[in-house]
């Protein structure tokens, strides 16, 4: 059972290059999301996806776009990156929305922009 | 800007010593959750807290959630090796949807 499984998990990128980070969930969770770590500012939400079909901002979104393929997978773009988006990220998932519910953590992409 | 604030940002023990870290808000929360995540790692939950005045425990952990639902505590007794890495708080607050928001972590660094 490989739980959140995101790619990839290192990356290096040029400011103005695109990329996609790939996330997809095997416990057949309902609402996934997307998530950056900085230094002293825990994780911050840019994305969420309650259910299959729906997506909705976070706290950051703005920079980033993401899909929800189908129920497994939810991935994040990065149409314009800039230095300001190095950063670790962490995809998630949770059987339903965050209250009461288990949040289960991918291990991460760490991306650098330079 | 951050609704959840926890403090302190970083401790350093001997191992062998106890070790609290602290979330605190402004706002009523309506649960908060605790993660631990190693060095390197990805955030790993350890436990929620739904109740005015809860305690939970595990092991060698403690959980407690305030009686006005603004703050919430973790202390683990006797810190080991094993323990070190950040942990973090996060809430939901009342009326403001389903999200968690999360602290900013404490990170701990044990001495052998």
């Known amino acids: 059972n490989a739980g959140v499984t995101q790619t990839p998990k290192f990356q290096v990128l040029k400011t103005g290059q695109s990329m996609t980070l790939q996330c997809a969930q095997d416990m057949n969770h309902n609402s996934m999301y997307w998530y950056r770590q900085d230094p002293g500012m825990g994780l911050r939400l840019i994305y969420y996806?309650?259910?299959?079909?729906?997506?909705d901002k976070g706290e950051v979104p703005n920079g980033y776009n993401v899909s929800r393929l189908n129920k497994r997978e939810f991935s994040l773009r990065l149409e314009s990156a800039a230095p300001s988006q190095t950063s670790v990220y962490f995809c998630?998932?949770?059987?339903?929305?965050?209250?009461?519910?288990?949040?289960?953590f991918g291990e991460g992409s760490w991306l650098t922009v330079v | 800007g951050q609704q959840v604030m926890q403090i302190p940002q970083y401790q350093h023990v001997q191992e062998g010593e106890d070790f609290t870290t602290y979330c605190n808000s402004s706002t009523t929360l309506s649960n908060i959750q605790w993660y631990k995540q190693r060095p390197g790692g990805h955030p790993v939950f350890l436990i929620q807290?739904?109740?005015?005045?809860e305690v939970k425990k595990q092991k060698r952990l403690t959980f407690q959630f305030g009686e006005a639902k603004k703050n919430s505590s973790l202390h683990i007794t006797a810190t080991q090796t094993t323990d070190v890495g950040t942990y973090f708080c996060?809430?939901?607050?009342?009326?403001?949807?389903?999200?968690?928001?999360f602290g900013g972590g404490t990170r701990l660094m044990v001495k052998p």
């Open positions: 998630a998932s949770s059987e339903a929305g965050q209250v009461g519910n288990t949040i289960y």
């Open positions: 996806s309650a259910s299959e079909g729906t997506t």
């Open positions: 996060a809430a939901t607050m009342n009326n403001a949807g389903n999200m968690l928001t």
């Open positions: 807290l739904v109740k005015s005045g």
